[in-house]
Nanobody, 123 residues
């Protein structure tokens, strides 16, 4: 059974930083890609970032490019999302997700989803 556990959310002031973690069990990063998604209050799910198992390459939504960094620690089976220069509009529940067959896409279509972690950025 694949389980994804996101953690690291919290309350931070605008301009601050947080690092989210996504710990996987039943799934290794050789099996497929990992992505981070978020849902802000009253808004649709938004793709934030993907990291691709084939070559470790990454992709980001334009809204976070240059501020967020996705990385993986294969030994710990954990993917991180380092979030810097946070803005109030980054406030959302953040989810990590995995895809076993196919590639990560910021539009969704992932196979497995974890429970989210709340990120709140105050102005």
């Amino acid at each position: 059974e694949v389980q994804l556990q996101a953690s690291g959310g919290g309350l931070v002031q605008a301009g601050g930083s947080l690092r989210l973690s996504c710990a996987a069990s039943g799934f290794t990063f050789d099996d497929g890609d990992i992505g981070w998604f978020r849902r802000a209050p009253g808004k649709e799910l938004e793709g934030v970032s993907c990291i691709f198992s084939s070559d470790g390459s990454t992709t980001y939504a334009d809204s976070v490019k240059g501020r967020f960094t996705i990385s993986s620690d294969n030994a710990k089976n954990t993917v991180y999302l380092q979030m810097n220069s946070l803005k109030p509009e980054d406030t959302a529940v953040y989810y990590c997700a995995a895809i076993e067959f196919g590639s990560c896409s910021l539009v969704g279509g992932m196979d497995y989803w974890g429970k989210g972690t709340q990120v709140t950025v105050s102005s």
